[in-house]
């Protein structure tokens, strides 16, 4: 598609269940990365794919977060036991594969709104 | 490591009057600079680049910015406000390490009255 694709719009869990959120990039587009949108504007970068393979995971809290871009599939973010401090809206951004060092675009999704109770 | 500033939380300009959104920006190599727009419960929308070339970028709704290499900013800027340019504005720089992931600031809203 045109556009980035996410789902669902909200989701809410109670603490300790599991949240998966799910992302398809533009199509051609080679590049996934994952954000965290937290109280006061804050974007936190999460974790990025160069199609099914991480390309970079610095961000990633590994105890309880997992990601996956797997071919012919939407990308996935998950959660185990989530915790109120996960409460936050994730975007998800894709850009093309021309430029391995960022000179491209990256264009986002709406956004997942995970609510944790 | 790299940083992006937004230095206001808030911009208030008329309709019809030039606005300015301010980004200073701190990178050892040369900076990839982005603005991008978030309108209530949307994504963000991108609006405009600089990578090289041009010091003045023209970008999406009439916006450009300014990239001034000696004040280290990248001001977003308009010639003439509207009511529905109102959103939350975001300045980022790309990663130096290679890696593409983005930096932004805290974001600026900008609310343009009747």
């Known amino acids: 598609g045109e556009e980035v694709a996410q789902t669902p719009k909200h989701l809410v869990r109670g603490e300790g269940q599991k949240a998966k ?3 398809a990039p533009i199509k051609g587009h080679s590049y ?8 006061k504007n804050e974007f936190k970068f999460l974790i990025s794919f160069q199609n099914e393979n991480v390309f970079d995971e610095t961000g990633m809290p590994k ?40 000179e491209d675009t990256q264009y986002f999704g709406p956004g997942t709104r995970l609510t944790v109770l | 490591a790299q ?5 206001e939380d808030q911009v208030n300009v008329a309709e019809g009057n030039p606005l300015t959104v301010k980004c200073t920006y701190s990178v050892s190599g040369n900076p990839y600079l982005f603005w991008y727009v ?7 929308q991108f609006l405009l680049k600089y990578i090289t070339g041009d010091n003045l970028v023209k970008g999406s709704y009439g916006f450009e ?24 504005y975001f300045c980022a720089v790309r990663d130096e390490e290679g ?14 009255s009747p």
């Open chain 1, 63 to 102: 105890e309880r977060f997992s990601a996956k871009c797997l071919p012919n599939s939407p990308c996935s973010l998950e959660i185990q036991a989530t915790k109120l401090e996960d409460s936050a809206v994730y975007f998800c951004a894709s850009s093309r594969p021309e430029d391995r060092y960022g």
């Open chain 2, 99 to 112: 890696f593409q992931k983005l930096v932004f600031g805290t974001g600026t809203r900008l609310l343009v």
């Open chain 1, 21 to 23: 959120l799910y992302c």
């Open chain 2, 65 to 88: 910015a300014e990239f001034n290499k000696s004040q280290t900013s990248f001001h977003l800027k308009k010639p003439s406000a509207l009511v529905s340019d109102s959103a939350l």
């Open chain 2, 38 to 44: 978030q309108y209530p419960n949307r994504g963000l």
């Open chain 2, 3 to 7: 940083s992006v500033a937004q230095p």
């Open chain 1, 32 to 39: 996934v990365f994952w954000y965290q949108q937290v109280l």
